[in-house]
Protein backbone atom coordinates (compact mmCIF):
# COMPACT_ATOMS: atom_id res chain seq x y z
CA UNK A 1 0.00 0.00 0.00
CA UNK A 2 1.12 3.35 -0.88
CA UNK A 3 2.06 6.06 1.69
CA UNK A 4 -0.80 9.00 1.11
CA UNK A 5 0.45 12.34 -0.50
CA UNK A 6 1.98 14.46 2.22
CA UNK A 7 0.22 18.06 1.61
CA UNK A 8 2.73 21.19 1.61
CA UNK A 9 5.98 18.97 2.62
CA UNK A 10 8.53 17.90 0.39
CA UNK A 11 11.84 16.48 1.42
CA UNK A 12 14.25 18.82 0.17
CA UNK A 13 12.29 21.62 1.99
CA UNK A 14 12.47 19.29 5.21
CA UNK A 15 16.03 18.54 4.46
CA UNK A 16 16.81 22.37 4.66
CA UNK A 17 14.71 23.14 7.74
CA UNK A 18 16.52 20.07 9.66
CA UNK A 19 20.06 21.42 8.60
CA UNK A 20 19.11 24.99 10.30
CA UNK A 21 16.48 24.51 12.95
CA UNK A 22 17.31 22.68 15.81
CA UNK A 23 15.31 19.27 16.88
CA UNK A 24 14.47 21.17 19.92
CA UNK A 25 13.07 24.05 18.40
CA UNK A 26 11.29 21.67 15.46
CA UNK A 27 9.46 19.70 17.57
CA UNK A 28 8.79 21.11 20.89
CA UNK A 29 5.61 23.52 20.49
CA UNK A 30 3.78 20.25 18.51
CA UNK A 31 4.76 18.15 21.37
CA UNK A 32 3.39 20.88 24.22
CA UNK A 33 0.55 21.07 22.24
CA UNK A 34 -0.32 17.35 22.98
CA UNK A 35 0.70 17.73 26.92
CA UNK A 36 -1.43 20.92 26.62
CA UNK A 37 -4.35 18.83 25.46
CA UNK A 38 -4.28 15.99 27.52
CA UNK A 39 -3.96 18.47 30.84
CA UNK A 40 -7.12 20.81 29.86
CA UNK A 41 -9.02 17.52 28.74
CA UNK A 42 -8.34 15.79 31.71
CA UNK A 43 -11.07 14.03 33.88
CA UNK A 44 -13.02 14.05 30.70
CA UNK A 45 -14.50 10.79 28.78
CA UNK A 46 -15.72 9.89 25.58
CA UNK A 47 -19.64 8.14 25.03
CA UNK A 48 -18.23 5.14 26.34
CA UNK A 49 -17.98 6.80 29.74
CA UNK A 50 -14.27 5.02 29.70
CA UNK A 51 -12.40 5.68 27.47
CA UNK A 52 -10.36 9.29 28.20
CA UNK A 53 -11.49 12.52 25.92
CA UNK A 54 -8.11 13.29 24.87
CA UNK A 55 -7.80 10.08 22.89
CA UNK A 56 -10.24 11.92 20.69
CA UNK A 57 -7.65 14.76 19.96
CA UNK A 58 -4.75 12.45 19.84
CA UNK A 59 -6.41 10.71 16.79
CA UNK A 60 -8.04 13.41 15.02
CA UNK A 61 -3.96 14.61 15.06
CA UNK A 62 -3.12 10.98 13.76
CA UNK A 63 -5.89 10.90 11.33
CA UNK A 64 -4.66 14.67 9.93
CA UNK A 65 -0.90 13.16 9.69
CA UNK A 66 -1.05 9.54 8.71
CA UNK A 67 -4.64 8.94 7.01
CA UNK A 68 -4.74 12.03 5.30
CA UNK A 69 -0.91 13.06 4.81
CA UNK A 70 -0.58 16.54 6.26
CA UNK A 71 2.88 17.52 7.72
CA UNK A 72 2.03 21.00 8.42
CA UNK A 73 3.14 21.08 12.19
CA UNK A 74 0.58 24.08 12.94
CA UNK A 75 -2.23 22.18 11.28
CA UNK A 76 -1.33 19.24 13.76
CA UNK A 77 -1.09 21.46 16.72
CA UNK A 78 -4.77 22.73 15.80
CA UNK A 79 -6.00 19.02 16.02
CA UNK A 80 -4.68 18.38 19.35
CA UNK A 81 -5.26 21.54 20.69
CA UNK A 82 -9.38 21.67 18.68
CA UNK A 83 -12.00 21.08 21.65
CA UNK A 84 -9.49 22.78 24.15
CA UNK A 85 -11.78 26.18 24.00
CA UNK A 86 -15.06 24.44 23.47
CA UNK A 87 -15.14 21.60 25.92
CA UNK A 88 -12.62 22.96 28.63
CA UNK A 89 -11.76 26.18 30.59
CA UNK A 90 -9.32 27.24 28.01
CA UNK A 91 -9.79 30.21 26.56
CA UNK A 92 -8.66 31.92 23.49
CA UNK A 93 -5.92 34.32 25.09
CA UNK A 94 -4.68 30.73 26.67
CA UNK A 95 -4.19 29.48 23.09
CA UNK A 96 -2.77 32.50 22.24
CA UNK A 97 -0.50 33.26 25.00
CA UNK A 98 1.31 29.30 24.89
CA UNK A 99 1.04 28.89 20.70
CA UNK A 100 0.75 32.00 19.11
CA UNK A 101 -2.47 33.56 17.32
CA UNK A 102 -2.71 31.79 14.35
CA UNK A 103 -3.55 28.51 16.27
CA UNK A 104 -5.91 30.44 18.81
CA UNK A 105 -7.41 31.59 15.79
CA UNK A 106 -7.80 28.08 14.03
CA UNK A 107 -9.15 26.70 17.26
CA UNK A 108 -11.48 29.52 17.64
CA UNK A 109 -13.07 28.55 13.72
CA UNK A 110 -13.66 24.83 15.55
CA UNK A 111 -15.34 26.08 18.78
CA UNK A 112 -19.10 26.39 18.82
CA UNK A 113 -20.61 29.38 20.07
CA UNK A 114 -22.82 27.40 23.32
CA UNK A 115 -24.34 30.71 24.12
CA UNK A 116 -26.54 30.36 21.11
CA UNK A 117 -29.19 27.96 20.89
CA UNK A 118 -28.73 24.77 19.28
CA UNK A 119 -30.05 25.18 16.09
CA UNK A 120 -28.44 28.83 15.76
CA UNK A 121 -25.43 27.42 16.96
CA UNK A 122 -24.85 24.67 14.83
CA UNK A 123 -25.57 26.74 11.50
CA UNK A 124 -23.85 29.70 13.20
CA UNK A 125 -20.68 26.60 13.09
CA UNK A 126 -21.13 25.59 9.42
CA UNK A 127 -21.31 29.14 8.47
CA UNK A 128 -17.93 30.18 10.46
CA UNK A 129 -16.13 26.79 9.41
CA UNK A 130 -17.21 27.36 5.89
CA UNK A 131 -15.30 30.34 5.80
CA UNK A 132 -12.15 28.98 7.75
CA UNK A 133 -8.69 28.25 6.00
CA UNK A 134 -8.12 25.21 4.42
CA UNK A 135 -5.89 24.01 7.21
CA UNK A 136 -8.79 24.52 9.40
CA UNK A 137 -11.07 22.30 7.26
CA UNK A 138 -8.83 19.99 7.04
CA UNK A 139 -8.80 19.59 10.99
CA UNK A 140 -12.77 19.69 10.42
CA UNK A 141 -12.17 16.72 8.39
CA UNK A 142 -10.45 14.50 10.52
CA UNK A 143 -12.39 15.09 13.33
CA UNK A 144 -15.20 13.90 11.27
CA UNK A 145 -13.89 11.08 10.37
CA UNK A 146 -12.58 9.74 13.64
CA UNK A 147 -16.29 10.58 14.79
CA UNK A 148 -17.43 8.43 12.08
CA UNK A 149 -14.93 5.62 13.12
CA UNK A 150 -16.37 5.92 16.62
CA UNK A 151 -19.72 5.95 15.88
CA UNK A 152 -20.00 2.50 17.29
CA UNK A 153 -19.50 3.75 20.84
CA UNK A 154 -22.76 5.85 20.52
CA UNK A 155 -25.84 4.55 21.93
CA UNK A 156 -28.21 3.17 18.80
CA UNK A 157 -30.89 6.12 19.44
CA UNK A 158 -27.80 8.34 18.80
CA UNK A 159 -26.01 7.12 16.05
CA UNK A 160 -28.22 8.44 13.21
CA UNK A 161 -28.42 12.10 14.58
CA UNK A 162 -24.85 12.13 14.63
CA UNK A 163 -24.18 10.93 11.47
CA UNK A 164 -26.84 13.39 9.95
CA UNK A 165 -24.67 16.16 12.18
CA UNK A 166 -21.11 14.62 10.80
CA UNK A 167 -22.90 14.40 6.87
CA UNK A 168 -23.73 18.28 7.36
CA UNK A 169 -20.50 19.34 8.64
CA UNK A 170 -19.34 17.27 5.24
CA UNK A 171 -21.36 18.53 3.04
CA UNK A 172 -20.49 22.30 4.24
CA UNK A 173 -16.75 21.69 3.67
CA UNK A 174 -17.32 20.30 -0.01
CA UNK A 175 -19.16 23.64 -1.02
CA UNK A 176 -16.12 26.03 -0.47
CA UNK A 177 -13.11 23.64 -0.32
CA UNK A 178 -9.77 24.24 -1.08
CA UNK A 179 -8.14 21.92 -4.02
CA UNK A 180 -5.72 20.70 -0.94
CA UNK A 181 -8.55 18.80 1.07
CA UNK A 182 -9.55 17.21 -2.42
CA UNK A 183 -7.77 13.88 -0.62
CA UNK A 184 -9.11 14.23 2.88
CA UNK A 185 -12.74 15.12 1.31
CA UNK A 186 -12.32 11.34 -1.04
CA UNK A 187 -11.50 9.63 2.49
CA UNK A 188 -14.13 11.22 4.80
CA UNK A 189 -16.91 10.83 1.98
CA UNK A 190 -15.87 6.99 0.97
CA UNK A 191 -15.94 6.30 4.83
CA UNK A 192 -19.62 7.89 5.48
CA UNK A 193 -20.23 6.08 2.21
CA UNK A 194 -19.47 2.54 3.80
CA UNK A 195 -21.02 3.17 7.05
CA UNK A 196 -24.51 3.94 5.65
CA UNK A 197 -24.02 0.99 3.52
CA UNK A 198 -23.74 -1.40 6.51
Request: charge should be negative; proline fraction near 3%.
Amino acid sequence: MSRPHLIADDASSRYVHFMTESLESTYRKLLEAAAFAARAHMGQFRKDKETPYVSHVFRVCLVAREIFGISDQRVLMTALLHDTVEDTTTDFDDLEEHFGRDIAEWVAFLSKDKRLQEQQREQAYIDHLAQAPWQVQACKLADIFDNLMDLGQLPPERRQHTMSRLEGYLNALRKNSNEKLSHPLELVSRLLAEIKSK
